[in-house]
């Protein structure tokens, strides 16, 4: 079955950049729907971050659009999102999550999270 | 941006009630809602696609409803295993939201 897992650094610095990936597993990025980073803060809801397609195609929330970066790498089958000038309000588990070719176009598959501190 | 505004933000409920769980869409989205379960730790879980359809495996106490603006999520009797925090989600243009949750707890 399809899995999902993100992996970076756990503690990144103020004004520092952000990077996590997400590999892909039982399944080829290159078949797959829309792929989505989705991030939660402490104690908080989820905020979802932005979107990529096989093909390269993005689409991002606007309150972060100026700092955020997501890509593909197919022949490692694996996405990637870069956050740039982090402050402490970026600190959250960031999850990526696989949409499903199903109507309502729902996120049917989601890794465990990696969760991320900005702090000096 | 479409928004999205859950109603309660928490509520506290017994083992074997009825729980009913709104969730309202700043626009029309049709049927674009989708429905997540989140348990402490744990990456949230899709319970309800299109608004109404239930995911494979989902136990058929839980159940979607609504169109357009406004959407309810029921559990018809609540299990212990379903106190979560349940998110909805449209999908209805490239910009997805979710809504702030709703923290279901013991009574």
């Known amino acids: 079955q399809v899995q999902l897992q993100e992996s970076g650094p756990g503690l990144v610095k103020p004004s520092g950049t952000l990077s996590l990936t997400c590999a892909v597993s039982?399944?080829?990025?290159?078949?797959?729907?829309?792929c989505s980073w989705v991030r939660q803060p402490p104690g908080k809801g989820l905020e979802w971050i932005g979107e990529i397609y096989h093909s390269g195609s993005t689409n991002y929330t606007p309150s972060l659009k100026s700092r955020v970066t997501i890509s593909v790498d197919k022949s490692k089958n694996q996405l990637s999102l870069k956050l740039s000038s982090v402050t402490a309000a970026d600190t959250a588990v960031y999850y990526c999550a696989r949409e499903e070719a199903l109507t309502g176009r729902p996120l049917g598959i989601w890794g465990p999270g990696t969760k991320v501190t900005v702090s000096s | 941006d479409i928004q999205m505004s859950q109603s309660p933000s928490s509520l506290s409920a017994s083992v074997g009630d009825r729980v009913t769980i709104t969730c309202r869409a700043s626009q029309s989205i049709s049927t674009y809602l989708n429905w997540y379960q989140q348990k402490p730790g744990k990456a949230p879980m899709l319970l309800i696609y299109?608004?109404?359809i239930l995911q494979s495996g989902v136990p058929s106490r839980f159940s979607g409803s609504g169109s357009g603006t406004d959407f309810t999520l029921t559990i018809s009797s609540l299990q212990p295993e379903d106190f979560a925090t349940y998110y909805c989600q449209q999908s209805y243009n490239t910009l997805r939201t979710f809504g702030q949750g709703t923290k279901v707890e013991i009574k």
């Open positions: 299109a608004a109404s």
């Open positions: 039982g399944a080829s990025i290159s078949n797959s729907n829309w």
